[in-house]
């Protein structure tokens, strides 16, 4: 692998990491505000108190896989499953 | 990159930790300082009596009522808070309703025993600094809150990775290992992350948590909705549990709150209120909410909510639910306001200890790179914020103090002017390292932050009367206790400044060559 | 209390430190039997849950847990350092907290 595909690959992982991280911890931590069998203000909470760890566990995931592809293509599909599952479990909103 | 898990790890570990390291650094060390906010508001306040005047909980609310009533009657929300153990004065805090001219929002500091605005220097004081260790300075609040998260979240990869990099965690629990270079300043990192692990922990994911409904807002919005209201019905459900009311529009004179407080007193104990906070006053639906009790790491205080018009009790605070306790008690560690003497001191050195562990990472990093990348611009460049940041930061934070003394009293914005100090002199000293070898930009700065430190108690003698001939024999330990750190730190200096000084057979010195 | 803590938590880690053959040869110019390391080990682990207890008396459940949390750091530090700089008066920091053990804060 030369030294320019090389960096465009970390250059990729980084982004995946940072955004595509941030996204599943939302969609994960969505997911859990609604399916949990809480107040609707604690389900938030819950949601947002873990939120972070999954964000973590992201990131640590996407450099420890063997390619950047395979990161991307990992997050990504990640994210689609848990939004998916939030949209299948959503309440009406109700503000 | 390839391969294996652990070096993997070890590449987040190093790059996510250098790229964030000096804006870390800058959020450890202000607010390590910041858990002596109070202790440092009164040294910078050297007006301020050397036995501060108190009064009862219902005098200093009745007082605060007088000036509110006064000078913000047509606010929407009043808050007070109440004099303590390490808050001398009675401060409010309003906000004007939003279709109102003029400032939004207002705040003032009383004194307790007169009901009368504090009239000492104005300064930035311990709250400056404990202010900038979350919203930074100058930047857009937005723009702070953002970039604070983003290091906070890298720190949290860094203790993770570093963790699993870490080969024998328990092995080399107690070494530390001097004057070998490289192996030292990786046993110093090692060291002072593992010896506060679960501070660092703790520091960080509820330093994330502070702002999580900022940060994860559309976890919120999923739940609420879009519009702007939504997360103030959040807000509600979570903290008030429904009792907010909306103003009603017809005016009603406001109860005592003297009588409120004082029953508030009765069931929690005399001096365990914290703070009221009165919505709509004036208006038929007037609340008053008096928190208070006991300290405590979950922050379990109690709430009290009454009719702002008859004083009539209407409900007490019942119990929390689980997963507000876990938010709360994450918020609690971390500010540590329970803390007493003895733990605040160790909170301070966990965090200082945190400080260090980011300076010793940042170092090593270059350590380890010297022979390999010395003469790479990359390599000068982390080498010269090293420097200025490393050791240019402390100065300007002393900086900061001196201008709190030096700056005449009086003068149009001088609280901001004493930030303006720190921050010049840290873009000073952020240049001079590009201007000079690396070791003697290290000396240089080493030994002047450990004659800035150290000089602050003589330059307080001079300038105050609060200094530590007085605050010593009087016992007055929370301003002699500045004072003393002072010197601390200053001796520490010039200890580092004095080993990076060559011919002392030092550590640091026969590792740093000059630059060229 | 939280003196008393503090020495416990020291003697704690002291314990766990000296059943390592590096720091028993800093600090004791000699290694120990196994029967010892072992000894030396499961004192210590006792030592620091013992101050565990004491943070606990001193200062209540939560903040006592927060409290110790606090002690162990300091104490390692404290134990890092000496090990480091002296390592043969490593016992020397616990005198100058026994005049304090036993008051009751």
Redesign the interface.
């Known amino acids: 692998m030369t030294a320019k595909t ?1 960096g465009a690959a ?1 250059a990729l992982r980084i982004a995946v990491g ?1 955004v595509g991280g941030y996204a599943l ?2 969609a994960v ?2 997911w859990i ?2 399916v949990l069998p ?12 873990i ?2 760890i999954v ?2 566990g992201a ?2 995931w996407v ?2 896989v ?1 390619s950047a592809l395979r990161a991307t293509v990992g997050i990504s599909l990640a994210i689609l499953a848990f939004s998916a599952l ?1 949209w299948l479990c ?2 009406a ?1 109700s ?1 | ?2 391969g294996a ?1 652990r070096p ?2 070890s ?2 570990h190093t790059w996510a930790g250098l790229v964030v390291g000096w804006v870390l650094f800058f959020i450890f060390l202000t607010g390590t300082a910041g858990y002596f906010d109070a202790e440092i508001d009164r040294w910078m306040q050297p007006e301020r009596p050397l036995i501060e005047q108190k009064a009862s909980a219902p005098q200093e609310a009745d007082g605060a009522r007088r000036f509110l009533e006064r000078q913000a009657g047509n606010a929407e929300r009043w808050l007070i808070v109440l004099s303590g153990d390490r808050l001398p004065d009675v401060r409010l805090f309003w906000r004007n309703p939003p279709t109102a001219a003029g400032a939004a929002a207002g705040e003032e500091y009383l004194e307790p025993a007169t009901g009368n605005p504090v009239s000492y220097r104005k300064t930035g004081g311990g709250q400056l600094l404990y202010k900038m260790h979350y919203r930074l300075h100058y930047l857009p609040e937005v723009a702070a809150y953002w970039l604070v998260g ?1 290091c906070t ?1 890298a720190m ?2 860094g203790i ?2 570093g963790v699993i990099v870490h080969k024998r965690i328990f092995r080399d629990f107690f070494t530390l290992r001097l004057a070998k270079g490289q192996r030292s300043w990786l046993d110093a990192h090692n060291g002072l992350s593992v010896l506060a692990l679960p501070f660092h922990l703790m520091i960080t ?1 509820s330093g ?2 502070f702002l ?2 900022f940060y ?1 807002a ?3 919005v ?4 879009l ?1 702007g ?2 997360r103030g ?2 807000f509600d ?2 903290f008030e549990r429904g009792t907010g009311v909306a103003r009603s529009g017809e005016a009603a004179p406001l109860a005592p709150l003297g009588p409120m407080v004082a029953e508030a007193e009765h069931r929690m104990g005399v001096g365990a209120v914290s703070f009221i906070d009165v919505s709509h006053p004036g208006d038929t639906n007037a609340r008053v909410a008096v928190t208070g009790g006991a300290p405590h790491p979950t922050r379990r205080d109690q709430r009290l909510l009454f009719d702002g018009v008859s004083g009539r009790l209407l409900s007490e605070s019942g119990p929390r ?4 306790v ?2 709360e008690s ?1 918020l609690g560690l971390h500010e540590g306001l329970f803390a007493g003497p003895v733990l605040r001191w160790l909170y301070f050195l966990s965090g200082a200890m945190g400080t260090a562990m980011i300076a010793a990472g940042l170092i090593l990093w270059t350590v380890k790179r010297r022979a390999r990348a010395g003469d790479t611009t990359g390599f000068r460049l982390v080498e010269c914020l090293n420097i200025g940041t490393l050791a240019g930061l402390p100065i300007a934070l002393a900086a900061y103090f001196w201008a709190n003394r030096l700056i005449p009293v009086g003068i149009d914005d001088r609280a901001a002017w004493e930030g303006h100090s720190l921050f010049l002199t840290w873009a000073v000293l952020l240049i001079h390292p590009f201007l000079r070898p690396a070791a003697r930009a290290w000396r240089e700065q080493l030994w002047l932050a450990a004659a800035a430190f150290a000089l602050l108690p003589a330059v307080n003698a001079l300038t105050t009367a609060r200094h530590l001939g007085i605050t010593l024999p009087a016992g007055i330990w929370d301003l002699a206790g500045i004072d003393l750190a002072f010197l601390t730190t200053g001796l520490a200096f010039a200890a580092a400044a004095l080993a990076v000084t060559p011919h002392t057979g030092s550590a640091r010195a026969p590792r740093r060559r000059p630059a060229e | 209390m939280t003196a008393l803590s503090l020495l416990l938590a020291y003697g704690g880690f002291a314990g766990l430190a000296l059943a390592q053959e590096r720091h028993a040869r800093q600090a004791l110019q000699r290694t120990l039997s196994n029967r010892l390391q072992q000894w030396f080990r499961m004192s210590g682990a006792l030592c620091l849950s013992a101050a565990l207890i004491a943070c606990i008396t001193a200062a209540g459940t939560a903040s006592g847990i927060v409290l110790w949390c606090g002690v162990l750091s300091a104490a390692a530090v404290a134990l890092l350092l000496m090990l480091c700089l002296a390592p043969r008066w490593f016992f020397m920091p616990p005198l100058l907290l026994i005049p304090f053990a036993f008051s009751v804060t």
């Open positions: 090389e970390m940072i911890a939302c931590a969505i505000s609604y809480l107040a609707r203000a604690d389900a938030v909470l819950t949601g947002q108190l939120s972070f964000y973590a990131v640590l450099f420890a063997r939030a959503a309440p909103i503000a | 990159m390839k898990f993997s790890m590449w987040l983003l979240m949290l990869v993770v990775t994911y994330l948590m999580v409904s994860m559309p976890v919120v999923a739940s609420y909705g519009e209201a939504g019905v959040y459900e979570l639910s689980a997963p507000l876990v938010f994450l």
